[in-house]
Each structure stands twice: as structure tokens, then as C-alpha cells.
């Protein structure tokens, strides 16, 4: 009789936590997500003002689930693409802008890994001009 109680305890116990870890896993998601949509608005040729506040609102509210090799990444990235960096790079941004994918990709445990010898991302611009307000 204990042991089955026992095995129902700990079924249901790791029951709730595969759904805990679920919801979290959603969660961050979510807040992946809305960062690379900030991304459109502060891309070169695109940028707009309110771009530029939803992609510092998608920044701070990662703050929430990141794990630190994911806002490593991100600090890295910002320092790049700041308004005040004198000296940007091409080359570093595509390299700092990777690594951040990368490690949301790794926290996300999306399957396969990937190789980060050789994993590279770059963003689209649709090529059309912002309105002006």
C-alpha cells in the first residue's frame, strides 16, 4: 500500500513539474518573441522612434526570463548597436547578433543544436521607407 502511494506521489509530483517547466519554457518564448519583432523597428533604413522604444521595452522585460549566458549576449549586442559607439562594425554586429540568437536558441533547447562555429543570422529589411507621422 505505501509503495503505491509512493509511486502516485512522485508520478504526479513529476507530472507537475514537466507542466511547470512547460509553462516556463511558453513563457520565455513569448518574451523571445517580441524581442525579434522589436528588431524590425531598429533596423537600418527602418528605425523609427517607436521602434526604438519597443525594442528597448523588449530588452528590459527579457530581463524578466533570460539566463545570464542569454543577457551576456544581449549586453554584448547593445554595446554594438548603441547610438553612442563610435567605432560599429559590420562584422561585430553580425558576430555579437548571432551569439545572441545562439544562446536564446541553446536556452529555448531547440533541436538539433546548433554549432556555433558555424551558426549565423541576419535580419531582413523590407526596403521600404518609414512614414513619416
Known amino acids: 500500500m505505501f ?8 508520478s504526479y509530483w513529476f507530472t507537475k513539474q514537466r507542466e511547470r517547466e512547460a509553462d516556463w519554457r511558453k513563457e520565455k518564448l513569448e518574451h523571445y518573441k517580441d524581442f525579434v519583432a522589436s ?19 523588449a530588452c528590459n522585460k527579457m530581463m524578466l526570463v533570460a539566463p545570464q549566458q542569454v543577457m ?12 553612442s559607439n563610435k567605432d560599429k562594425s559590420l562584422e561585430r554586429h ?7 540568437f545562439f544562446e536564446i536558441r541553446k536556452d529555448l533547447a531547440i533541436s ?3 554549432d556555433p562555429e558555424t551558426f549565423k543570422v541576419w535580419l531582413w529589411a523590407s526596403g521600404q521607407k518609414p512614414r513619416d507621422p
Open 3 to 10: 509503495g503505491g502511494i509512493t509511486v502516485a506521489g512522485l
Open 94 to 100: 553580425d558576430a555579437l547578433m548571432s551569439k545572441f
Open 39 to 57: 528588431l524590425s523597428g531598429v533596423i537600418s533604413g527602418e528605425a523609427t522612434p517607436e521602434g526604438h522604444r519597443n525594442f528597448s521595452r
Open 112 to 114: 538539433p543544436s546548433d
Open 72 to 83: 551576456d549576449a544581449l549586453h554584448g549586442f547593445q554595446q554594438e548597436i548603441k547610438i
